[in-house]
């Protein structure tokens, strides 16, 4: 049996290799054993919310889930076709529910499926948590507790559900989408392929908005793109749509709809950094709202100035909704995010919303009156100056990670291309921040064999001088 690790956001794996029928029952035993462990026993009766993706085999993977959890005498609420993961978390709070399961390997490449677990509030199970869900799933399925599904749902520990209503009907408390119907834009919407799809549709139907989609059906290979994760190049067709039909915008979700890509009326991608610098001044700006910023140690330093400017709290986490959802909650946060596109919004859920992130940056369009190349331009006169960013992920085999990682601990470099390091950041990965205002940040990704380099930095000839010195530190280049 294979030894199952959470990542950043659960565990991942490659269908039929190690994420198999086998690995996925014992994975869920442990969580229902957690859940059993967590909470007393008259509250097991809330049960657990479960979802999945478009992703192959997805709602065969979910029932076997659920007859896990049904087998432990965990009723579950199952929903009815492949769900939004803002949406699955949305109902844990709706209905009272102890967590979910979410079956979904969110932007990974095609032949990947994942294990999402969320705790009652919707949000991310912190570290302590998945350790011990890690720590009680058994070493051999004989040791896995299930109940057929045909004798579950005659016995009502699974129902079925659609999870649709009242989340639009949510979101449609959260932002004002009648003005957004009714103010007259052209938005290419593309869902990548996933879960996304027709649900944003749906919420502009009807008015003067016009929503161009692609993208929209099931096709678990996501043609026309890497992976189902909303940067360049796998957003490039998006670009040249709205060149195509002249967009005033683009909204990009990934392959579970939690992330989010933008483009402007040209076509011309906007990045994660700032897009997060973005979503938080919309916040101040518009809404007017002065609570905590947290933010995960990846993401732009534009907010620490946004934060000075407008006198709100920025908090930096490690990488992944399991440190920032419940800083969040600590914290009555506005805004939480992470450079990968995923933001969550206070009064909602602790949950990165790809849909409500994509409608609020259209309230941001429709109460400024300004195009989305006017609004980064305000967000750069708001802080001070352009900011600039770039990322670069090698594939990396885990058996070389000791090696890289005692040459990045013995390495306290001065200077980055030629910038003074004025500070150094060990929570998670290596955080050199530097004396132009920018950083460079070197990690092993939590979910894939994977290293990452990134940096931001005020002045983009220093973009790629940055990238080769990451690169050098970590024994990836000459």
């Known amino acids: 049996m294979t030894e199952i690790r959470f990542g950043t956001d659960g565990w991942r794996g490659k269908i039929a290799e190690d994420y198999t029928f086998d690995n996925l029952r014992r994975c869920t035993q442990g969580f229902a054993s957690y859940i059993l462990t967590t909470f007393p026993a008259p509250e097991i009766g809330r049960g657990v919310v479960v979802g999945h993706d478009k992703r192959f085999l997805a709602e065969d993977f979910a029932l076997a889930v659920a007859e896990v959890l049904a087998g432990n005498g965990i009723p579950v609420h199952l929903c009815d076709g492949p769900t939004p993961t803002p949406a699955i978390s949305y109902q844990v709070v709706h209905r009272r529910a102890l967590g979910a399961v979410n079956i979904t390997a969110s932007h990974n490449p095609p032949w990947d499926n994942g294990f999402k677990v969320r705790t009652p509030q919707g949000g991310a199970i912190d570290p302590e948590g998945l350790q011990r869900i890690e720590a009680a799933i058994p070493a051999s399925v004989a040791d896995v507790r299930r109940m ?12 079925r559900f659609d999870p649709k209503p009242a989340y639009l009907a949510r979101i449609r408390e959260l932002v004002d989408v009648e003005a957004i119907r009714q103010a007259g834009l052209t938005v290419v919407y593309d869902a990548m392929w996933g879960n996304g799809a ?5 919420l502009l139907a009807g008015g003067r908005t016009r929503v161009v989609a692609i993208h929209a059906g099931r096709n678990p290979l996501f043609p026309e793109m890497q992976r189902p994760e909303p940067i360049r190049p796998n957003v490039d067709a998006c670009l040249a749509k709205v060149r195509e039909v002249g967009a005033d915008v683009a909204i990009i979700t990934d392959g579970d709809a939690d992330r989010i890509g933008l483009a402007d009326e040209h076509g011309e991608f906007i990045d994660q950094l700032r897009a997060y610098g973005l979503m938080a001044l919309y916040l101040l700006k518009v809404r ?18 946004l934060g000075q400017r407008y006198g709100v709290a920025v908090h930096e986490v490690g990488v992944g909704f399991k440190f920032v959802a419940p800083k969040m909650l600590e914290t009555g946060a506005m805004i939480g995010g992470e450079e990968s ?18 409608l609020n940056f259209l309230d941001f369009m429709v109460k400024t009156g300004k195009r989305p190349s006017e609004l980064v331009e305000m967000l750069f006169e708001e802080v001070g100056s352009r900011y600039y960013y770039h990322r670069v992920d090698t594939r990396f085999p885990p058996e070389k990670r000791p090696e890289a990682k005692a040459r990045l601990d013995a390495a306290r470099p001065a200077e980055i291309a030629g910038v003074p390091v004025v500070s ?25 064999p994977i290293i990452r380099v990134y940096t931001e930095t005020t002045r983009p000839e220093q973009v790629q001088a940055n990238l080769d010195a990451g690169l050098e530190l970590a024994g990836l280049k000459e």
């Open 148 to 159: 057929s599904l045909d004798r579950a749902e005659r016995e009502g520990l699974i129902r």
């Open 198 to 202: 027709g649900w944003f549709d749906e």
């Open 288 to 305: 007017g709202l002065r609570a905590p910023i947290v933010k995960a140690l990846s993401t732009t330093s534009m907010l620490e100035k």
């Open 341 to 358: 596109g995923g933001y969550a919004f206070g009064g909602h859920v602790p949950e990165r919303d790809g849909i409500l992130a994509g």
């Open 424 to 448: 150094f950041n060990g929570m998670d990965g290596y955080k050199y921040n530097l004396a132009d205002g920018g950083f460079l940040l070197i990690r092993f990704s939590g979910t894939e």
